[in-house]
Nanobody, 130 residues
Framework: HVQLVESGGGSVQAGGSLRLSCEAS???????????MAWFRQPPGKSREGVAA???????TIANSVKGRFSIAKDNAGNTLYLQMNDLRPEDTAMYYC??????????????????????WGQGTQVTVS
């Protein structure tokens, strides 16, 4: 079972930048052939929404609300996931979660439609934009 630990959240003024990191650990990679890793966020009082995702082959899915401002990347080993957030806005204020799902075969292009598509989650890191 994979463990995900986020870091890098904080408070920033509008227009500023933050980079979130997600460290993955656990003996999952040798068992599965492919994966999706994603960032979701949950603003206060709202439901969790997908922000960006990346798969084993580096294919990226990104939400329209952050396109052009946020980017997702992973290290070559696939153990660390990043979310670079630029030009932050107050509406980006949320708890940000790292998520993952693993496939025994070649997985589909990563979805951001539902948190239920992912079965491993971190505890979250708070981002506050004022």
């Amino acid at each position: 079972h994979v463990q995900l630990v986020e870091s890098g959240g904080g408070s920033v003024q509008a227009g500023g930048s933050l980079r979130l990191s997600c460290e993955a650990s656990g003996g999952t990679y040798s068992t599965y052939r492919s994966y999706c890793m994603a960032w979701f966020r949950q603003p206060p009082g709202k439901s969790r929404e997908g922000v960006a995702a990346i798969d084993t082959r580096g294919r990226i899915t990104i939400a329209n609300s952050v396109k052009g401002r946020f980017s997702i990347a992973k290290d070559n080993a696939g153990n660390t996931l990043y979310l670079q957030m630029n030009d932050l806005r107050p509406e980006d204020t949320a708890m940000y979660y790292c998520a993952a799902v693993f496939f025994r075969g070649m997985g589909p292009i990563c979805s951001l439609n539902s948190p239920d598509d992912y079965n491993s989650w971190g505890q979250g890191t708070q981002v506050t934009v004022s």
